[in-house]
């Protein structure tokens, strides 16, 4: 087996062995019965995040350099399955991470449950978090200690964590991405494929720890191939009542060449959401054409990022074979990625891309942002309404492509 579910009862390798498999190694060896007590000696050493053994998948290289292939990816089931990070080989570059995330070691020191990720805020401060059952922000009433919000979903009141804030002072408190950033995924399965592997899980969310309207399994699915990387996520109302359900993702696209100001985004949309300012990122329910504004990135070879700050939510999105493709490129280094929304209720996207730093946060999910706010006026902000026994798939694929050289500087 080329990659592990690491450890097991028949896989380990020690904590050094995962850093090198996320830059590309070929995983673990099995380990002889008659080495348990070895193995014993070094569970104790390897990584675990969130109480939960670390997946690596790999594959081996096949087109010799020739042109871009995945070669591996490392998911985090005791972290709601954050796909933390994914490798490639590109021509002419070598092996690069795809995603801007530090060292395994390093993640699991920062993923502790404590102090600043009391919430598992720092699960969304790298890698790719995944969003559930909302995505973005949710605004409501502060309690009395601040540690939680209140908002209005029809005629049930639901309290959430008030787990982030603004940095000026004053900022008004309010819950962000999701209730799965801790969560433990049950039932990992790591299988191969004919071009590399497959990793899947459950979570049995419940009312995801805070009343959610009704009971809810999620189904996760991380696929790595040569050509491309499949992550969906299957959510099911297993409970009683009609529930809301937002799904989304928090993935950091590095930038390989480290020069933000010439790499390129494109995001095929019409409009794109005005929001109070960019300390609280609230949406002020208006949204606003972005034809003729600095918002417009439609040209089908992007925009550059030059010295812009980013942390927009764009909607109206045009779809390509019923996809929503969102590409970023760095043509120093003619590097380019899609990131394809498959799924028909991704309404929106929101692009987080500060200027000091060498990365574009791209996040394709159903829901605008503080859904359940009445600054929406009863618009549909992109939240399904699940019936007791129905489903929905959030479906999002990844592509490598060699973008057109740079052009020529006048």
């Known amino acids: 087996m080329r990659g ?14 995962v850093s090198a498999a996320v830059l590309g190694s070929s995983g673990c060896k099995a380990t002889p019965p008659h080495q348990e007590s070895e193995y014993h000696a070094k569970k104790a050493v390897e990584p675990e995040v969130g109480g939960e053994p670390v997946v690596v998948l790999n594959r081996k290289a096949t087109n010799n350099g020739q042109k871009p292939e ?50 598992g805020n720092n699960s969304f401060s790298f890698g790719g978090a995944f969003l559930v059952p909302y995505a973005n922000r949710i605004r409501g009433r502060i309690s009395d200690d601040g540690k939680t919000i209140t908002t209005q979903w029809r ?36 299988e191969d494929t004919a071009d590399g592997q497959t990793v899947t899980g459950t979570l049995h969310a419940k009312d995801f720890g805070v009343g959610w309207p009704s009971n809810t399994d999620l189904n996760f699915s991380i696929a790595l191939s040569g050509s491309d990387v499949d992550a969906t996520i299957t959510a099911k109302n297993v409970g009683t009542d009609v529930e809301p359900l937002g799904i989304g993702w928090h993935p950091y696209f590095a930038i390989p060449s480290g020069d933000r100001k010439q790499a390129r985004l494109h995001v095929p949309a019409e409009q794109y959401a005005e929001v109070n300012n960019y300390d609280d990122v609230f949406p002020t329910g208006k949204l606003i054409p972005v034809k003729g504004t600095k918002y417009d990135f439609n040209a089908p070879d992007g925009k550059p990022l030059d010295e812009m700050f980013l942390d927009d939510n764009w909607s109206s999105l045009t779809r390509t074979n019923g996809n929503v493709d969102v590409e970023l490129t760095d043509p120093a280094v003619k590097y380019g990625i899609r990131i394809e929304g498959i799924s028909p209720e991704i309404k929106t996207v929101q692009a987080y891309a500060p200027p000091a730093r060498q990365l574009v946060a791209i996040e394709e999910q159903f829901n605008f942002g503080d859904p359940f706010g009445k600054e929406w006026h009863n618009m549909d902000t992109g939240m399904v309404m699940l019936k007791p026994g129905q489903s929905v798939t959030w479906h999002v694929r990844l592509e490598l492509f060699t973008p057109p050289a740079a052009p020529a500087t006048k």
Request: hydrophobic share 40%.
């Open 155 to 190: 005629d049930r009141s639901l309290t959430l964590p008030a787990n982030f804030r603004g940095k000026a002072m004053g900022a008004e408190p309010h819950s962000i991405h999701g209730l799965i950033l801790q969560s433990q995924v049950q039932d990992v399965k790591v």
């Open 4 to 17: 592990s579910r690491i450890p097991s009862a028949s896989f380990t390798c020690t904590a050094l062995l």
């Open 70 to 119: 995945f070669l591996s990816a490392t998911v985090f089931p005791g972290r709601g399955m954050n796909l933390f990070q994914i490798t490639a080989n590109l021509p002419g570059k070598g092996v690069i991470p795809i995603f801007a995330s530090p060292s395994v070691p390093e993640a699991a020191a920062k993923l502790t449950g404590a102090d600043e990720d009391e919430d």
